[in-house]
């Protein structure tokens, strides 16, 4: 008797094997496969009527995918840039599937074939001079929660880094000596170096003089009011938090990337 092969099961090793050890991907991109194939699942089962952990891997086709994706635009709200965002990581898992499951490489391949919806380009914004000014002149470098939103912020303006790339560095990926610069570690674990302005050199040598950790052996260099490492809310409270003090909200889509 032939042995059914659930779909549950090459999911659990894409998430945990294939993406993490093999391709090394960052938690937050391994969350976004994650979130993806849930609302897949979720879905297929009540298409099919049949028990989310007893989904064949052979039923899943590339007309249920595209049924799927018209979903997330139509019931869900979803734009046409995050239906894209879906559409890859399915595909990422499907050409994975195929690989494993000789059997399904016919609809790995037809779902491979789908195409993204177009989507409008957007420019990359920045702050300008007067935001920038506004924005720093607010913040209370007095105390050390000031000094290091200060440092933190003006960071990223510096450096124009992504929210996950200031929450990973340690002390060690920064240099503050005569060739000032920061290691910034990005998607897929690439890695950059950035120079740094003075008035950014500055800022943070401030704060690292004031910079208390819980630990001894915590190495972030941006930490929250208890000594740990600052996540990306408590990042994103601050981007906010600035922008409201300043009326200009904008800075939280300039900033938060």
Same mark, same amino acid.
């Given at each position: ?31 976004? *496969? ?12 009540? #298409? ?22 018209? #979903? ?15 559409? =890859? ?5 499907? #050409? *994975? ?15 491979? @074939?789908? @195409? ?13 001079? &007067? ?27 510096? %450096?124009? =880094? ?22 910034? %570690? ?10 740094? +302005? ?18 001894? &052996? ?12 600052? %996540?990306?809310?408590?990042?994103? #409270? ?7 003090? %300043? ?8 900033? +938060?990337?």
């Amino acid at each position: 008797m032939k042995q059914k092969i659930y779909l549950s099961h090459y999911i659990r090793l894409f998430l945990i094997q294939f993406l993490s050890n093999e391709r090394g991907l960052s938690e937050n991109t391994i969350l976004a *496969y994650r979130d993806a194939l849930k609302l897949l699942l979720k879905y297929c089962a009540q #298409y099919l009527k049949i028990k989310i952990d007893k989904l064949p891997c052979d039923r899943i086709d590339d007309q249920i995918v595209r049924k799927f994706l018209d #979903y997330l635009q139509q019931h869900r709200g979803c734009t046409a840039s995050t239906r894209n965002a879906r559409l =890859a990581a399915l595909k990422t898992f499907f #050409y *994975y599937l195929g690989c494993e499951v000789p059997h399904c490489l016919d609809n790995s391949q037809r779902i491979s @074939a789908i @195409a993204p919806k177009k989507t409008a380009h957007k420019m990359v914004d920045f702050l300008d001079p &007067d935001e920038l000014k506004a924005i720093m002149d607010s913040i209370d470098a007095t105390s050390r929660n000031g000094i290091r939103d200060k440092a933190l912020l003006l960071l990223m303006h510096n %450096t124009g =880094a992504r929210v996950q790339e200031i929450v990973d560095i340690k002390l060690d990926d920064l240099r503050l000596d005569a060739a000032s610069q920061i290691k910034l %570690t990005g998607k897929g674990k690439k890695q950059r170096v950035c120079p740094l +302005w003075q008035d950014t050199i500055e800022v943070l040598n401030a704060y690292i003089v004031v910079r208390k950790p819980k630990l001894e &052996d915590e190495h972030h260099l941006f930490l929250n009011d208890r000594g740990e490492s600052i %996540t990306r809310f408590g990042i994103r #409270y601050i981007i906010k938090k600035y922008g409201t003090i %300043t009326q200009k909200k904008a800075i939280f889509n300039k900033l +938060w990337k």
